[in-house]
């Protein structure tokens, strides 16, 4: 489960950035492919996030850089998923300021998430 969940986040961010007007313009096949698995992850996001969190439920309770990271992490997908489904209903036309915070969204649960998987190679070591 924890490899779906990475390789269809690097999936996503990847199509989401090829997405960005700098990259390529707008390719409405791509549009497509990220709305659907867009969809896909966000029930795979919020399966995982529950587990994963009741999983560590006993370490929640220390302040650590870890849990710190695994809580931007939370919050940045949580705000990456609900500016996804808003541009999707209402289409990022009328909506730019809305494609920014989808994108800065997107970009801090990026980083939050190799914060967080450096954070645990770190420790092992």
Request: aromatic share 12%; glycine share 8%; proline share 1%.
């Amino acid at each position: 489960m924890k490899l779906l969940v990475k390789s269809s986040t690097l999936v996503l961010v990847l199509t989401g950035l090829i997405l960005t007007e700098w990259a390529f313009g707008s390719v409405d096949m791509l549009i497509w492919v990220h709305l659907l698995l867009g969809f896909g992850y966000t029930v795979l996001f919020l399966l995982f996030s529950f587990d994963h969190i009741s999983g560590h439920l006993e370490q929640l309770k220390e302040k650590t850089l870890r849990n710190f990271t695994g809580l931007v992490q939370t919050l940045a997908g949580g705000i990456t998923l609900f500016t996804g489904f808003v541009l999707y209903l209402y289409g990022s036309k009328p909506l730019a300021g809305w494609t920014e915070v989808h994108l800065i969204a997107t970009l801090v649960f990026s980083v939050s998430i190799m914060a967080h998987i450096f954070n645990k190679v770190r420790k092992s070591e």
